[in-house]
């Protein structure tokens, strides 16, 4: 978080430690999270693996590898945040990662005021604090703006009303991060950022039956629940706009991690599968396919790199790539998991394989945080309103 | 005897069924009667448990029987496609012995082509049949298998033959299913249902009166079998339409169909369920999103089309003229609406595209379509191999050079066997 | 225009008599209209060529086939005019047949009143005279309900005011029809269809510069020009709905004419041109391209049938199978354009070889009358408003 | 003396340029000069022309040249090509002899590679030279030959032995194009620009010292040509940053500039012209259709995510890593990015799309663009040859079986040599 760098850290290369660190969570993620784990989580009531959990955030520090050290994190930034990501969906694990140390720490990084931040924020990072943010509401957006959660100031502290919905492993976090307004303000006014603990009154979580079994969703309800308040009043907006644009190029790495798994295991399988006495990989039109599939993952990966790099550079505007890291990510994901089930045959149909769950998390991600549709439209209207500013 | 006519058959069939139909016989009784009589497939040969009707006079009979509702033989399943392989090569034996319980609806069958090491490639079948005075020993592995679990018997494809081309090495059984040696495990599928079977073979006997057709000749043989599999499709697309009525026959009908059907039951949202698609963009208020409107026109128009396409080939047929492109182009065409559909489905789903079941639109209907449409593009022959086929056929492109019809298969490099 | 066909008169297969008329027309454009021919025309100053014309009007007698007899026409219905325009597509003949005997004619049957209709329908019929119709205005729609050309009825007749453009042939007709609404109206009511003769007073009418010179279009400015009402006054809305409907079928159907003599092309070569001691067409990219195109043109082509199957079953809705058609269409010629330059390669993108006077045209028509985006959009909204009207 | 360091290369240059440089010198004076003291291509040998420095001291060099506003030697067209190939394979005699003019801009050089039947096959090439004791004779056609119309020199692909695989028959020469036997002849585009040309080779003459390389490796030398390819294209996106002072020799500078560019007048177009997409959807109020907004998004993100993947390239060059999937990707992102462009500019452009010239959107810019595009995808390597690269190269996937490699040429199928 240096507000003065004069270059960007990542320059589109990655130096020797944080290639590195890319090879240490790749092997955490061999070791601790192989397909078999994945597959005894999916199956789980809540699909959380607390000794995973544990893990990631004891063992190898992950949970705040993007937060300043004087504020409990490991002192890297956005670009390593990315990297995390990556290697996390790569091996396609199933964690409330996203969740608790993607949106809810960015968050309180952005949003939060000093106090409540510099209480909280360690105990996201150790671990010992799951938390997740809660922004979209039932029309299914991710912009902060279009919160009509309502929160009220009485003699007893805070109190939100409304309901909060996709909310990632909202029915297993401790903290619920909970962006409302005051009531009657509209658009980007009146946003603060509540912490809504678990089993507090007037909060009702339920658990939603999620397409991708290894990211779970939940619906919270707020009737008068108690809550915090984390941001300054009425001011969270801008903080929050900039979490939700780090997250998603954090989002779109983890996102790029899948699409090359489901390259890696398509190209493989095709040069090991024969048909016709030949791999099916030397016959022309999957190989074209397979290079059109590596030029649009070799483009999301190069956009989620910019974005992270955008991300890491305080306070550069990053809005725009976040869109464009986001909407390549969510196509060439689902079009990686529809040629790897493709191409695989009946095979990459069955339950037993694990192509199915990549599919299932690039269909569920591909909408998460907003669809590549959404976020080709924020694009072109945010370049629009700039240049229409630039002008005289 | 004259030859039969619409107005002859008409009343004959009219007055057999005043002397024969009721709705509280039992569906198997029924079904033999039937079968003894002739009309229950008028289209097949006299000797043959049928009457040498033309297809228009079969039509007929069968228009009669519909309108007093006579159930018809049991046609469900992989038993059309069995039937009509028998009936073409199958020895006499076989015909008496096997088509009456078939049309019954006593024995169930399966068919055992597929195997893991051959896919698209079905000639590359590696299962092996050794033969010795008896009969045959078969060891080898097959896949895709639907309804295996309860079926008497099975068509199987098997490799006899290894030191000629792999065409021609191939011989065609009717394999008793009910014995060691056959073990069939369900497969479960992405979308969570379990609609096929792997089979198991070790060491399983095949008697001499197994063999259909020459041995050798298995290819050719199957090559009638996968010709009719367009028929099952179509037959399949009539299921929706049993009308039922009331009686013990039908109650029984209904189990018969009921357990039929449960493989094939994610199959209309494996097309795509384009027919859900304007009336809930219109519901959720997505249709006021332009971009939400292109997605959905795109799977509507496809359906529309793939119809008028299809119309079109029938009508070339009922004309008499030779088929055309347009004749092709089906299995292609649904996987290009099935997809299309599923992006529209998204399309409108936003965010709730990552729910499913109570939780999901139209309770959970949405997320099954989204994890079964990629099995419409790859069953029943690939998106790759219709491609294939089209180019060739339709628009006499020449063949790739091949590199393993003109060598003995043993010498083919295929797949190392998996084994679990 | 039998009002009571029961039964759908093509039935999705042609008769032995439609057949033969097909062959008629081919066997005419092959000799009357060779590529050589058309290259003269495209370098020619007006694009039209009278001695072509004529042919197709008396020789053939092609000029009114949709036109009932008794209005001067042949009699035949619009299937037979869909067999035209597939023919003329198919050969990319550049004649005033779009504009004149199908725009203008369509728009005289539907939109005219019994006295002018019988007036002028026999001279287009038989070629006299060369009609176009004018409908799109700056905006580039061809919904006559955007109609912003004013008509003023004064002591010596109506007199136009405002523009027209993208006029097909504009600047060779002899006749141009002009939708015009009556000052003050809006949407659909108040609309006319007028006549205004080539150098009548207050017309001033200029060739465009097309990108496919096989179609000329021109910009028409009426300044008081002198005009003949065709119509009953403010009463040709549904008439000129139904007319370019029509229209709409009779392009498609030229279009999956242009898109299969691509097609064609373009498997010949396939077939003939070596690459790596193989036929190009032997690679299994090609093949598979080839065979989605030729699922394209085949969709594209039922479509049209089937429009042009519904126009002739009057008065059967049109609206919507004309969008398909007409979306179909545009998306099958242009896949078709781009595939068959990309797949002749170099000599594809030559001025000498033919590929290039279909890919203009493909071009051009994939936006003349409304593109495919629109035609999806007015397909759409059309069966939700009909569905929401079928509701109680 | 102790090698070379930024500072003394620095001081040298300056020293150099402040005894040498002058505006109002002869262009190709100057260049004598430049070519004399080695500045001019400072990375090349000390004994040919250059200076023997490492691609980061050389470009130190040129830092200066620029800061001084002093113009380099002649770096256009196929000339960085030829020059590449003639030092790495040619005889001192033909560096002597041709890379000074070379340099100094007063020869010009064309390619003679492609040929009607060898397209994507480029060793295809059936150009025919047979050797006598003076030399070669050769005839053939070749084709898509820029500014061969002014050309002094081509490199030229001809096949020498018609008795051994295709890659081993060719040979590599300099064939002087101002003769009798060379007839050149404009090739019009279907956007009406005529920037290649048809080369007619009829008994042409080469000389004993025309061999570039030896004989029957031709192939091999062309691979150096091509290789440098690359560098041409990235040249010539430098172009338009060319920074022209006061002078004589800016004049004859601007006027070789002019003459060079003038084949790739339309390349912009070619390219799709994304710069033009976001204000045009402005100005024309086209923004306000969120389908527009998808398809002006979708070229856009492809540029933004092109530039990102080149820099990746660029950074893991930098620092020395082995190139990664991202350095072969940059022609097929090119073509992917001008169509995406080319729908952009359709959508946003509507009707208006029918017309050209003064009459068309952006007088006519939008139609060439329209007309344009699809040569990307073509020239210089078709999409099709780069995914077979890609699939075969980055991602390791068999080649296919060949049939035209391990065969004389002379019995190899190939085109119907086509003649006018």
Redesign the interface.
Known sequence: MNAAVANPPLQFAFTAEQQQFRDSIARFCRTHAPTARTRQQMASDTGLDRELWNGLCSDLGLSGVQVPESLGGQGFGQVELGIVMEELGRANVCAPYLASSVLAANALVNAAAPGPRDEWLPQLCDGTQLATLAVAEADGHWDPHRTTVAARKTDRGWRLDGVKTYVLDGHVADLILVVARAPGSHDHEGLSLFAVRAGAPGLQVRALNSLDPTRRLARVECTGAEALLLSEEGAAGPGLDRAMDESLAALASEMVGGAQALLDATVSYAKMRIQFGRPIGSFQAIKHRLADLLLDVEFARSAAYRACERAAEDPSPLREVASVAKALASDAFMLAAREAVQLHGGIGFTWEHDTHLYFKRAQSSSVLLGSAAEHRDRYVLSLAARTAGDRP | MSPPTEASVRDEVRAWLAQNWSPELGLAEWRRRLIESGWGCPSWPEQWFGRGLSPALAAVAEDEMRAVGAVSVAQFGVRLLVAATLLEHGTDDQKRRLLPRLLTGEDTWCQLF?E??????LA?VTTRATEDAEGWTVTGQK??TTSAQHAHYGILLARTDWNVPKHRGLSFFVLPMHQDGVEVRP????N?YASFNEVFISDARIGRDGLVGPLGEGWKVALTTLAHERRMADSMRNWGRLQLGEGRIYEELKAEYAAVMEPYKWYAQRAGRTDLL??R??RTGR?D???V??D???A???E???E??A??A???R??G?PPG??GS?GK??AS?LA?AAARAH??I????????????PEQ?LI?EI??SV??C???GG???I???I???R???????????TDIPFRD????VSSSR
């Open positions: 597929s893991p090491g051959s896919g698209s490639d590359g896949v895709w497969l479960r599928q992405m969570g304007l009336e963009a219109q249709i999103d332009a971009v409107r292109q959905v026109a795109r509507l128009m496809i529309r089309a793939a008028w396409t119309a079109r029938r009508a070339a009922a004309s003229q492109a347009e182009l292609l065409a290009n997809r998204a399309s789903s936003g965010a709730a595209a990552m729910l499913a079941g109570e939780d999901g959970g997320a989204l994890v990629p099995a593009s790859i069953a690939t998106d790759e219709q491609r294939n089209i180019a060739e339709v628009l006499g492109l020449p063949r790739e050079p091949s590199t393993d083919v490099r295929r797949n």
